[in-house]
């Protein structure tokens, strides 16, 4: 790429002109922009669904569940969490990027000093010219002798960018952009571990409630086996029943080692997640599982474009390529800028021969820096912005439409659960009424003992089943919470209807 530099010290009116002619020849070869291929989303398609507490979740949603040790093993986690501290890296990286742009819209100065010291030993040797009639030339050799000499050089050079067209003004809001979706992403980080520690440690308290039902059943089932055993050995029953009961318990104990295996990789779970040792969660106490609700937050649809840190990430992407094609853009006008510079020189070219050489020198006018030619890399810079806000735009409504296939997945899931809900508890209590009137039968001893742990083991089955549930509906919910964003709220969100207005200039 060529450059046509002018940088004088007078001449303002001659410069000028050559600035004003210079313009109008490039104007017209600046390209005109285009409005994005793809046509950014401003609403999130959830018509239909269920409305109810507003503002849900809280910042602070997990707290809701009035449990201090849920509440310690979340500080616990975002005080030591390696992919929060790659976020949180990724941020201040962003941060230092806008510090680098708004640098160069400010008057840089820098300076040159220069010392060296020479020697010289200079000899000549040559012949001359014999004079007519002589068959030989003349040689001759002069030397003067050796010679030190000594040159000191102190410069300084200042410019200024006037940044007539704007073009670090929008590299520095392409900057401030993408620092705001850093921060944005920083929030995706934190929220997707809250989720997944909260989810991890309900599941927890799942299973814990299932061990407890499933000790009681094994308990039941040897007990029953027991009970088998004499009567066959007595000879009252075939012995094909033991061989039965013998599989029941077994089943039972499977169960509970099942059970036991995934509570523990749930601490181990917990702890991967913390950032910690499982010993250092300490002992967790077993607590009954949270109400669940299908309600959403009253504004769940255009408050969801800024309860989604994603979503609000991608806004900013599409912040970011806009400037980037208004930098791209006014790279094709003349860069004009102010430039001073300032120079000492002195040298000794004999030392001892008590000469020296001093000179001083100074200018300070503008700069205009033209592109003449660049082989299409200005065009081909300017079509790769543009391209850049097509791929942003793409990518914000791939992220709304996915935040509404979350949030409609999991409530609509939570509505199924509840149905479900209300079958089996009609279940459980036909169960624990058989498990009664068996009871009350083997009182009367019209039933036996092994009815009674039959109907017993069978309603133990049942609260596991809803237990199980139950596991599912926090699970939704927690994923619910998730797809909202899990209480993270943005104070500012970019229109996505300026994208086409500010990138027309």
């Known amino acids: 790429?060529?450059?046509?530099?002018?940088?004088?010290?007078?001449?303002?009116?001659?410069?000028?002109?050559?600035?004003?002619?210079?313009?109008?020849?490039?104007?017209?070869?600046?390209?005109?922009?285009?409005?994005?291929?793809?046509?950014?989303r401003e609403d999130v398609p959830l018509a239909g669904l269920p409305t109810g507490m507003r503002g849900w979740p809280q910042p602070s949603w997990w707290k809701r569940y009035n449990d201090p040790q849920l509440d310690h093993l979340v500080d616990m986690a975002m005080r030591g969490s390696p992919d929060l501290e790659v976020a949180e890296a990724r941020y201040r990286s962003a941060e230092r990027a806008i510090d680098v742009?708004?640098?160069?819209?400010?008057?840089?100065?820098?300076?040159?000093?220069?010392?060296?010291?020479?020697?010289?030993?200079?000899?000549?040797?040559?012949?001359?010219?014999?004079?007519?009639?002589?068959?030989a030339n003349q040689g001759f050799q002069l030397k003067p002798g050796s010679s030190y000499s000594n040159t000191g050089v102190a410069a300084a050079l200042l410019t200024w960018d006037l940044d007539l067209w704007g073009r670090q003004k929008a590299a520095v809001a392409a900057a401030v952009g993408q620092a705001n979706a850093a921060r944005a992403d920083r929030a995706t980080a934190g929220n997707s571990l809250q989720y997944n520690l909260v989810s991890t440690y309900f599941n927890w308290q799942a299973t814990q409630a299932?061990?407890?039902?499933?000790?009681?059943?094994?308990?039941?089932?040897?007990?029953?086996?027991?009970?088998?055993?004499?009567?066959?050995?007595?000879?009252?029953?075939?012995?094909?029943?033991?061989?039965?009961?013998?599989?029941?318990?077994?089943?039972?104990r499977g169960n509970v080692a099942m059970l036991s295996g995934s509570s523990e990789l749930d601490i181990a779970q917990l702890a991967a997640i913390a950032g910690v040792s499982p010993q250092e969660i300490?002992?967790?106490?077993?607590?009954?599982?949270?109400?669940v609700s299908s309600q959403l937050p009253g504004d769940a649809r255009l408050g969801l474009i800024a309860r989604r840190p994603d979503i609000?990430?991608?806004?900013w992407q599409i912040e970011a390529a806009g400037h980037g094609i208004d930098e791209a853009?006014?790279?094709?006008?003349?860069?004009?800028?102010?430039?001073?510079?300032?120079?000492?020189?002195?040298?000794?070219p004999n030392l001892g021969s008590g000469t020296r050489t001093d000179l001083t020198l100074g200018s300070i006018g503008p700069s205009i820096s033209l592109p003449i030619f660049s082989?299409?890399?200005?065009?081909?810079?300017?079509?790769?912005?543009?391209?850049?806000?097509?791929?942003?735009?793409?990518?914000?409504?791939?992220?709304?439409?996915?935040?509404?296939?979350?949030?409609?997945?999991?409530?609509?899931?939570?509505q199924q659960l509840d149905a479900e809900r209300i079958q089996q508890d009609r279940e459980l209590l036909?169960?624990?009424?058989?498990?009664?009137?068996?009871?009350?039968?083997?009182?009367?001893?019209?039933?036996?003992?092994?009815?009674?742990?039959?109907?017993?083991?069978?309603?133990?089955?049942?609260?596991?089943?809803?237990?199980?549930?139950?596991?599912?509906?926090?699970?939704?919910?927690?994923?619910?919470?998730?797809?909202?964003?899990?209480?993270?709220?943005?104070?500012?969100?970019?229109?996505?209807?300026?994208?086409?207005?500010?990138?027309?200039?």
């Open 101 to 135: 742009q708004r640098a160069q819209l400010r008057p840089q100065a820098k300076g040159y000093v220069d010392a060296s010291h020479g020697y010289s030993d200079a000899g000549l040797q040559g012949q001359i010219p014999s004079s007519a009639g002589s068959e």
């Open 375 to 414: 082989g299409g890399r200005l065009k081909a810079e300017f079509e790769t912005s543009q391209a850049q806000l097509d791929t942003a735009v793409a990518n914000y409504n791939r992220s709304v439409v996915q935040a509404a296939h979350d949030v409609a997945q999991q409530i609509l899931t939570l």
């Open 430 to 505: 036909d169960s624990s009424s058989q498990l009664r009137r068996t009871g009350q039968r083997r009182k009367e001893g019209i039933e036996d003992d092994r009815t009674y742990l039959s109907a017993q083991m069978q309603r133990d089955q049942q609260i596991d089943a809803q237990l199980q549930l139950q596991g599912q509906q926090v699970a939704t919910d927690l994923s619910l919470i998730h797809a909202l964003g899990g209480g993270y709220r943005a104070d500012y969100v970019p229109p996505v209807t300026a994208v086409a207005k500010d990138n027309s200039r």
């Open 210 to 252: 299932r061990l407890a039902v499933a000790n009681e059943s094994e308990r039941s089932a040897a007990t029953y086996r027991t009970l088998v055993e004499a009567r066959v050995h007595a000879g009252l029953d075939d012995p094909q029943l033991l061989d039965t009961a013998d599989s029941q318990l077994a089943q039972q």
């Open 282 to 291: 300490g002992q967790l106490r077993a607590l009954p599982l949270p109400a």
């Open 312 to 315: 609000v990430s991608a806004r």
């Open 1 to 40: 790429m060529a450059h046509l530099s002018l940088v004088a010290a007078t001449g303002v009116r001659i410069l000028g002109a050559v600035a004003l002619t210079a313009l109008f020849a490039v104007t017209g070869c600046a390209p005109a922009t285009r409005l994005p291929s793809f046509t950014p």
């Open 329 to 348: 853009r006014a790279a094709y006008y003349p860069d004009v800028s102010l430039m001073g510079l300032g120079g000492y020189l002195r040298a000794y």
